[in-house]
Each structure stands twice: as C-alpha cells, then as structure tokens.
C-alpha cells in the first residue's frame, strides 16, 4: 500500500491523500490551495495522477480547502463515487456551486486585464456545470456505517466535531493478507464548540494521517471567547460603530449567529441588528435546519426551552439576498454585526464592508478563524497599517481584534491528547494540515509525552506500508 500526499502536505489547504492498494486508487479529500491567485491557479490545475484512473474519493467535509477542487477532478475525467456524510453532501452541493461562480468571476477579471495585453485568454479552473456534475457523484454515507470504496477497503466515518457533517475516516484496509488500520483525521474539532457535537478520537490505528494547524497554540475555552465576543460587541455599539466578521459561510456564520442570539436573549448585548450577508451562508443556514440530528444536547436544550424554536431565525437577525440590500447597509448609521464571506476576506461581499467601514475608528473589524497567507485576512489579522481593497489603499483605522478561542480546529492540548489515545498500535503519524511551524512545535509536544513516530512529510512525497 501506498500513500501519497497530494495536498495540505506542509501547508494548511488543499487537502488531497491518494491511497493505492490491491491495485485501486483512493482519494482522501480534493481540496482547493489558497493563496496568491497565480500560485493557487497553478497548484490547483494540474493533478499529480490520471483522475480517470481514480476509483473512488472519500471527502471528509464541505470545507473548501478539502472539497473545493473535487469539479475540476471531474472536469479532468474522474467519474466514480464520492462517499461523504449525508449533510455534508447537502453542504458541498451548494458550496461548489458558489466555488464555479467565484472561480468564472475570476477567470473573466483576469481575462479582462490580459486582453489589454493582447494575451490569450485562460480558462476558469472549473465552471458551474462540472461543479453541478461533481454534485451528482456524492454519495450519502451515514456515520459509523461501513462501505468498500475499492475492493479491500472497508471504510467508516465518524464525526470529527469540526463543521456540520465533518467526518474523519477509518479505513480497514486488507492489502493482500496484511491488515492495516489507516485513521485520517480530517479536521479535528474542539469539545463544547456551539451547535455541533464532540470529536470522536481515533480507534487505535496502525497508522494516522493527522491535521496540525493549530499545533502551536493552546486555545482558550470557548466559553471565555464568547465573553472576549459579548464585550467586543458592547464596546463598539457604546462607540456607535458597526462590527464586521469575515466569516465562512459554514460554520463559523451559524456559530456566532447562535452565540449572539444567546447574548441578546440573556441581556448581555443590546439588540442590534445581526446582519447575515452572504447569499451562501443563508443557503448553508438552511441546511443546519435540515440536519437537527447533527446538533448537540445544549442546542437542544435551548430549542426546547420554549420559545427559540428557530436555532438561527429571531427578530434582530436580518438576512440580506440581494446585492441591493447588502449595499443599502452603507447608508445605515446605527451599531450593528455585520457577518459576511469570504472567510480570508479575498473574495465576495466582505471586501464592500471593508472598504466602506475599515477607515472609521468606531468600527471594530473581528477575525474569528485561521486565515491563510498573503489574503486580505491575513494582512488585517497582522495589523498592517494600511490594506489594498479593489486595488485602492486604506488605513486600518478601525480596532481590529482577533478571538481565536472561537476555532473550529482543536488546539494544541486537545492534538496531543488525539495522538496519545491512537496509540497502542500506531506506527507512525503523518502531520498534515498545518504550517511548517506549528507542525514542527507540535511534533515537540509530542515528543516530549513520548509520541516518538511522528512524520511531516513534503508536498507529493509517498509512503510505502
Ligand atoms: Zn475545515
Ligand atoms: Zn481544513
């Protein structure tokens, strides 16, 4: 058997693990890689294998970093099955579609400028109908059922506690007559996140392929971030400011939407309006509501509790469609939570809030999750003084805060703990998923409670077991 790392190998996006054995071929994730527009293009073009030859794909969530890339998978012939949870294929179906728009959007941007230099035209990455035909190959797999993806190979997904429908997968794998236990973790998530329910941890594999990015940091719990939240949001209304949240439109989007409305409903935050302006993330709102048996006990609780029988629809919650109605939030002048995509702030509406309030020190810009190198996000969270939006500058006048307690990932502790209970009969762990630092200060903590076999291996290397 062999494993291939194809993606995320070094860096934190563009999941993507082949797996041969038996003579089949097997894909873990097929993620985008975020970065520069150039370097992104390049690495996301071009697969490293024949995808007519791929026999099936299992995808661990409907994050874009490990689902974004599965059209142009298509697009380059692949045609079998792509196993995933139930919701997260729900998910996936609505999130490629948008990927289609932003990477035609791009394509025709970039076409645009190269006409004026008498270039050739290139190519959109992937468009809507392979997006649309990608969405037909998704197969609905419940957790803890098992299926044989390719012959051998028994497989079943847990629940990794990260986003609705988020999966880590076991494979059971026969590799003529010798048994292998091969655990990917996908992203791990964090216990007592809002809304969705704790990671399970690994069963005692032989081997594991593990996410690393937040290898460096102990998270606080998640109960102190919202608090960091509520006084954020009280001290910028007391300003007459708004707050903008760049925030994916799964996950991160329901999870502040739940945790305001809970702030709102206790009388820790006035009521301002909570501004949800992503047509995406209402689309992927919807499909919280469709998978309640995803939630946890506590949101239960409080939907029981009487009145908030809608998790993520009350008075002050105002979601906008319309490009119309986003832009009419300019001229409103009153304190208000404006959440909107994309995540890293490179693309979508987000950019529009910026420009327009980035300048004005009442406002408060809040960065709530990892946020990739050389995008706009990451520019803001590193407090540089002033930022290109639309190609213009502007001062960051406005405070910037960020709350890292609000993660989606686990953190340091909750990593070690991870690869602790896996061991027994663990060979070796394979650290994914993560930055070359917090990889390597990770790797340390390990060692030092005694997590000796612990690889990071390169972009495209291989293993043979
Ligand atoms: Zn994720
Ligand atoms: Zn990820």
Redesign the pocket.
């Known amino acids: 058997m062999k494993i291939t790392f194809h993606g995320a190998a070094r860096t934190v996006t563009g999941s993507q693990h082949l797996i041969e054995v038996n003579g089949s071929s097997l894909l873990l994730d097929c993620g985008l890689y975020q970065g520069s527009r150039r370097e992104s293009y390049e690495r996301n073009r071009q697969f490293r294998f024949n995808p007519r030859q791929l026999d099936a794909v299992i995808l661990?969530?409907a994050?874009i970093?490990?689902s974004g890339n599965l059209p142009n998978l298509v697009k380059n012939g692949y045609q079998g099955p792509i196993y995933t949870t139930p919701a997260t294929a729900h998910l996936s179906r609505i999130m490629l579609l948008d990927s289609a728009h932003i990477q035609e959007a791009d394509a025709e941007f970039i076409n645009r400028k190269r006409a004026a230099r008498q270039e050739e035209p290139v190519e959109p990455l992937y468009t809507v109908p392979d997006a649309e035909q990608a969405g037909e190959y998704l197969q609905d797999i419940p957790y803890q059922q098992s299926f044989e993806p390719v012959p051998g190979v028994v497989a079943h997904l847990v629940d990794a506690g990260?986003?609705l429908g988020?999966a880590s997968v076991a494979l059971d794998i026969d590799d003529h007559g010798q048994k292998i236990c091969l655990w990917f973790s996908?992203?791990i998530g964090r216990r007592g996140l809002p809304l969705i329910r704790d990671p399970i941890l690994p069963d005692r594999p032989d081997y594991m392929i593990m996410e690393s990015t937040y290898g460096d940091k102990v998270h606080r719990d998640p109960q102190r971030a919202f608090e960091e939240l509520r006084d954020l949001v009280t001290r910028t209304v007391k300003r007459g400011g708004k707050v903008i949240i760049p925030a994916f439109a799964v996950?991160r989007t329901q999870e502040i939407v739940y945790a305001l409305h809970q702030m709102m409903v206790s009388g820790d935050i006035p009521p301002i309006p909570i501004v949800v302006d992503s047509p995406l993330a209402i689309n992927v709102t919807e499909v919280f509501n469709d998978f309640p048996e995803c939630f946890d006990d506590e949101t239960w609780a409080f939907i029981r509790s009487g009145k908030h029988r809608e998790v993520f629809g009350f008075d002050h919650l105002i979601y906008t469609r319309s490009a119309d109605e986003s832009k009419a939030l300019n001229d409103r002048r009153d304190p208000m939570v404006i959440i909107s995509a994309s995540g890293m702030a490179e693309v979508g509406r987000i950019l529009h809030h910026l420009k327009n309030n980035i300048e004005d020190p009442k406002n408060t810009v809040l960065i709530v999750s990892w946020q990739a190198p050389d995008t706009l996000g990451r520019r803001i969270a590193d407090r540089e003084p002033e930022v290109k939006i639309f190609g213009e500058m502007y001062q960051v006048r406005a405070e910037v805060a960020t709350i890292g307690g609000l993660s989606?990932?686990a953190g340091q502790n909750m990593l070690v703990e991870y690869a602790q209970v896996a061991q027994g009969n663990l060979q070796q762990i394979f650290l994914v998923h993560g930055e070359p630092k917090p990889a390597e200060i990770l790797r340390g903590r390990m060692a030092e409670t005694g997590i000796s076999r612990v690889a990071y291996p390169d972009l495209h290397s291989s293993v043979e077991i």
């Open positions: 661990s969530h994050h970093d490990h990260h986003i988020s996908g992203d996950g989606a990932h």
